[in-house]
């Protein structure tokens, strides 16, 4: 539906004649003349003879008369002309038209032009005949060009006197015929019901031609109206749908259960130990475990900073077979090990192998260690419910059935030194509620003073089915003499066997668990020889060894989560709304702070990925993609599932669809892109399929980004999410950019321009650009009926972003939006004052002084009034970004400026480059009381990885100036070894990896263990 203009012309005179011999007048002049006026088709009306268009208006109503004419693109120089003779009355013509010019013929008519009164839909006709013309006043006998109807050759004799007169007795007896009508008319209207109206004679009108005309012009209008109203509607409600429904686009992975050796895994890393398969309805696996103290027990089983555990390190682990953990407590050091087998079923078969050991007892006389392993399905239908198989009064199997793993047994192998064993089969009624369901298990036996579990709880009925099931094994560990005997077969508690129907237990334990878990221990130190090979000239052995920690440890922090969001939309209401449902299979930042996915953290776990194991990667990046909306956003932080929401305060779980985040995945596109020559056969065919469902994906993000985080200037952009009333912090936090609290422009502003943003949309350009392009190539050897169309629209794609590419590389107009001449540094733009400070607020005073039952918060202070301007006082990574990103050429003058400053003192120190320069008036300063710096002044790992990747580019670029290649050789070179000291440092001496490091003393500090992008220590030492 076009837009359509209304326009209204009002003729009147100020002549005060009687209306009815100006009726009587225009009654003459029809007869005389029989005038034909005319309407294109397309117009109301179509053709039609009688009178001039005012003429007959004019005849049943002379006090006020109208006419209405609608049209989609005509102006009225489109009518065939029509005469308006002098009028002693009003006129008025509402005319809709996509044409808003006046005909020359009614300009000439009036002092002024007509008037332009609304613009709108075709329902703008209803509203505008409600409104006031506009006036303007017709000269008497101004005619527009009177074409009277053609007459047949001797129709009508010359006049004689004589028929002169008889024509006017005519006249007159249409006159009084005329009168009678409007008599008849009048002793109707008087014999209506009080209240009652007749709509066709009270028109100003009563001609057949007009009043078709009138109510035809009105039925219009008001489907109109309606047609608008609904379409108003539509609109809104598909706007809401595209919030909360996912992007009709083929899914990247569309079934986790096709993938054999992903089918199972330890996908539950926020437990100490936790395994699941790929599904939404999963048979969970978990691991508990306390000292026998019934006075005082302490079971850990959700890993936790503050639960006393020393530490918990993968040791070795491939993401697909194998896994070993050692998990370090005050008393005990307990190794956990998982083998899985592939059996041509539905995942195959695994074992689970618990042993233990005692260390630095602080019991007296030495505790017993309960081990407690439980199974609990997740779904919440009757018929998935555990039976136990008895042996001797003991139950070693339990067999199952679920619609993923069909017909299953789990068997218990418990060793021979167990003093006491104890099973509790119960039900769990949410993955949240585990540990409250063991509390109600828990019993004391009165000979041994020891806890157990109670085999059966009271009550089980057809509500209450028993989904969980907990088997208990209490022994008296070894007191440990050397630290590699704490995975000795020797010291085993427990092995737990998963079998598929039809498969006995005992295949895979004791000394064939042992030898298939040192076959794929072997298999993993030689690929991780290949994958991340180390120069020993210029690390240690030490180092190369403990970075097979840190791999390890991201790939046992992968996990599955299925659930939905809670997303707030200005689209939907003012109330969040729930999301689609859909997996996410992804790495995890902390198992202990943040066991759950972050979208611009993936992107580099994602960097670590495709170099261990490229399909893993290409699996993580889907499931991301595949989370966009029909909007094409993707939440930054994916809460999924009770477990996950469990866990995260009710405040942060909302995500709000205006808000981004650095869109990090396409750095591992690039990667894999560029290790394409390394790609063994089925990852080259793997990524070919693949390629050709992520680009169209990363089309529609890309457009989501350029629609919404748009700057106010062409080729700028700005993140969405400061909050200009944000009175109690120090600096408006822009949580959507990732750099939290890095200080910005200090009165948030839609005049700003944000530096890293548009760095990364330029990254972003590039990648789709070359994965455009090799779609194209993938495209031109394949055949079907759509491969033309693909082709042609890959390498639309392939050229859009090329451009796209080339105008945000383009170094002038960067320098024109972001460059300081001043001070020599790229910087944001914005409304900004550094003489900003948090003050407590005086308390008003009052009569009767009393104590404020909270205390007051600080608030910001400005001591001068903030200007347009870049923010160059403030200087750290998002500064250098243009050199981190690779943007700025080889030969660029500004790379020995950027580098200088990379090396300055302020920023480079002997464990890494800080975030913030020691110089800047944010340095180390809190947000606010309760929140300390956090991107102010302390080592991050990720950033320094770009900063290393960047200078080992420039390095080794040939474009590169020799000068400037050798000191950025030098700089990544020693860089590199600072951080190998600080990351791998810490992970022996603490027993953790951890999120950020001190810039002063290099040690860690915040979330632990942080396994996210900290494990980039690897491609540092290998690059």
């Not at 440990?480 to 334990?509: K, Y």
């Not at 989370?627 to 995500?655: C, H, K, Y």
């Not at 991050?940 to 050789?969: F, G, Q």
Request: contains cysteine; aromatic residues 10%.
């Amino acid at each position: 539906m076009g837009s359509f203009r209304t326009t209204a012309w009002r003729v009147e005179t100020s002549q005060g004649r009687s209306n009815n011999n100006l009726a009587a007048k225009y009654e003459s002049h029809y007869q005389q003349t029989r005038l034909r006026w005319s309407l294109p088709s397309p117009w109301i009306g179509s053709s039609r003879e009688g009178t001039s268009m005012v003429g007959d208006i004019v005849k049943h109503d002379p006090v006020t008369f109208s006419v209405a004419l609608m049209h989609p693109g005509y102006c009225l120089q489109c009518i065939a002309p029509f005469p308006i003779p002098p009028l002693d009355g009003p006129l008025t013509v509402l005319y809709l038209s996509t044409n808003s010019s006046t005909p020359a013929s009614y300009v000439q008519l009036s002092p002024s032009p007509p008037q332009i009164i609304g613009t709108g839909s075709p329902a703008c006709a209803l509203s505008a005949s409600r409104l006031i013309p506009f006036p303007f006043r017709m000269p008497k006998g101004k005619v527009i060009e009177v074409r009277p109807k053609k007459r047949k050759s001797g129709h009508r004799p010359e006049e004689t006197p004589t028929s002169t007169e008889s024509r006017q007795q005519k006249r007159d007896h249409d006159h009084t015929s005329h009168s009678s009508v409007d008599r008849i008319r009048l002793t109707k209207s008087k014999g209506r019901s009080h209240g009652e109206k007749h709509f066709l004679g009270d028109l100003p009108f009563s001609g057949k031609l007009q009043k078709r005309m009138f109510l035809g012009t009105i039925v219009v209008c008001l489907v109109a109206a309606l047609i608008s109203v609904a379409f108003q509607q539509y609109t809104k409600w598909h706007r809401a749908y595209l919030v909360k429904t996912p992007l009709d686009l083929p899914k990247i992975v569309s079934d986790d259960t096709g993938s054999q050796e992903l089918f199972w895994g330890s996908y539950r890393p926020g437990l100490y130990f936790g395994m699941k398969h790929r599904s939404p309805r999963p048979l969970m696996v978990g691991l508990i475990w306390t000292i026998q103290d019934y006075r005082s027990p302490r079971f850990r089983h959700l890993c936790d900073p503050n639960d006393g555990v020393l530490s918990y390190n993968w040791l070795e682990h491939d993401g697909r077979r194998f896994g070993t953990q050692q998990i370090v407590d005050l008393d005990h050091i307990i190794t956990v090990s998982f083998v899985k087998q592939n059996t041509g079923a539905t995942g195959g078969d695994w074992t689970i192998r618990i042993s233990a050991v005692a260390r630095n007892q602080t019991h007296s006389p030495p505790a017993p260690l309960s081990i407690i392993v439980y199974l609990y399905y997740t779904e919440k239908r009757k018929n998935y419910y555990f039976v136990p198989l008895a042996e001797d009064d003991a139950v070693r199997t339990i067999k199952g059935t679920t619609v993923d793993l069909g017909e299953h047994q789990i068997h218990f192998h418990s060793t021979k030194r167990a003093r006491q064993t104890s099973f509790y089969m119960t039900h769990i009624p949410s993955e949240d509620a585990v540990m409250q369901s063991l509390y109600s298990g828990l019993g004391v036996r009165k000979d041994t003073n020891m806890l157990t579990l109670i085999h059966r709880p009271e009550k089980l009925d057809e509500d209450v089915f028993p989904n969980a099931w907990f088997h208990e094994v209490s022994v008296d560990p070894p007191v440990m003499t050397d630290p590699f005997e704490a995975a000795d077969p020797e010291h085993t508690v427990i092995e737990i066997e998963f079998t598929q129907s039809g498969r006995s237990g005992g295949f895979l334990v004791g000394r064939s668990f042992t030898e298939q878990l040192a076959s794929l221990s072997a298999d993993f130190h030689k690929r991780f020889a290949q994958r991340f090979p180390v120069d020993l000239t210029k690390f240690t052995e030490r180092q190369a060894n403990l970075s097979k920690v840190a791999v390890s440890n991201l790939l046992g922090g992968i996990g599955y989560f299925y659930g939905h969001s809670l997303i707030q939309s200005p689209h939907t209401g003012p109330e969040p709304v729930e999301g689609w449902s859909a997996p996410l299979f992804t790495a995890t930042p902390s198992r202990s702070m943040f066991p759950r996915g972050f979208l611009w953290d993936e992107g580099f776990h994602g960097l670590v990925l495709a170099r261990w194991d490229p399909e893993l990667a290409m699996e993580t990046v889907g499931h991301w993609l595949d989370l966009m909306n029909g909007d094409g956003w993707i939440a930054r932080e994916q809460i999924l599932g009770p477990e996950a929401r469990a866990r995260v305060p009710a405040q942060f779980i909302i995500q709000h669809d205006s808000v981004a985040n650095p869109p990090t995945l396409v750095l591992v596109i690039e990667a894999l892109i560029e290790s394409i020559p390394r790609f063994t056969a089925d990852e080259a065919a793997r990524f070919r399929h693949w390629s050709t469902l992520v680009l169209p994906r990363l089309h529609k993000w890309y457009q989501w980004f350029n629609h919404t985080q748009a700057g106010p200037v062409p080729l700028s952009y700005r993140w969405r999410g400061r909050d200009p009333k944000a009175i109690h912090q120090l600096n408006p936090l822009t949580l959507s950019s990732g750099f939290d609290d890095f200080p910005r422009a200090s009165h948030p502003t839609d005049s700003e321009r944000h530096l890293d943003l548009r760095c990364w949309m330029t990254v972003f350009a590039r990648t789709v650009s070359r994965l455009a392009s090799l779609v194209g190539q993938y495209l031109q050897t394949e055949s079907g009926a759509s491969r033309l169309q693909r082709l042609e629209e890959a390498r639309t794609l392939a050229t859009h972003y090329g451009r796209w590419a080339d105008l945000l590389s383009d170094l002038a107009n960067l320098d024109e939006l972001h460059w300081s001449e001043a001070v020599g540094r790229y910087a944001d733009y914005g409304l900004h004052t550094d003489a900003v400070r948090l003050e407590v607020p005086e308390a008003p005073a009052q009569l009767h002084q009393t104590p404020p039952l909270e205390p007051r918060k600080p608030v910001r202070v400005v001591d001068k009034p903030p200007t347009l301007q870049l923010v160059t006082s403030s200087y750290g990574y998002l500064n250098l970004f243009p050199l981190l990103l690779r943007i700025i050429p080889p030969t660029s003058p500004r790379l020995p400026r950027l580098m200088a400053d990379l090396s300055n003192r302020d920023l480079w120190t002997d464990f890494g480059i800080r975030s913030l320069a020691a110089s800047t008036a944010f340095y180390r300063k809190p947000n606010t009381p309760q929140d300390p710096p956090y991107w102010r002044g302390a080592i991050w790992i990720n950033m320094n990885y770009l900063a290393v990747r960047a200078l080992r580019y420039y390095a080794t670029n040939p474009k590169t100036p020799a000068d400037i290649a050798a000191e950025a050789s030098r700089l990544s070179g020693q860089l590199a070894q600072n951080l190998a000291r600080t990351v791998l440092g810490e992970l022996e001496r603490t027993g953790f990896m951890w999120e950020q490091f001190d810039d002063s003393t290099g040690r860690g500090q915040r979330g632990h263990p942080f396994a996210g992008w900290t494990t980039l220590i690897s491609l540092i030492l290998t690059e």
